[in-house]
């Protein structure tokens, strides 16, 4: 099976911090685009950040763009997502997702995705007081 968790989320107060691992099992993601993804309740599902396979490139959200950063670590299988300065908004239910990059983008080096084929199952991050 193929799969991705994520933890690390719960309740922060504003201008905390939280750090989001995303594990897969089952299949290695060295060869993968990685993406986040939140969504809050009422509202559409929005990117927040994604990764190239190669981990040498990176993209963000607006919203999030200086506050969040993306990493990941092929010899643990995992991604991450350190949030700082979090928040009232930042609440959502956060998820990972992996894709098989295209030809183009493994050639770029881009983390640009229009069909991701894993999502973990989320992790709730609260940021209130």
Known sequence: QLLLVESGGGLVQPGGSL?????????????YVIGWFRQAPGKEREGVSCISSSGGS???????????TIA?????????LQ????????TAVYYCAAGVPSDISIIQDTCVMNRYDYWGQGTQVTVSS
Request: charged share 30%; proline share 0%.
């Open 19 to 31: 750090r989001l691992s995303c594990a897969a099992s089952g299949f290695t993601l060295d060869s």
């Open 58 to 68: 990176t993209d963000y959200a607006d919203s999030v763009k200086g506050r969040f």
């Open 72 to 80: 990941r670590d092929n010899a643990k299988n995992s991604v991450y």
């Open 83 to 90: 949030m700082n300065s979090l928040k009232a908004e930042d």
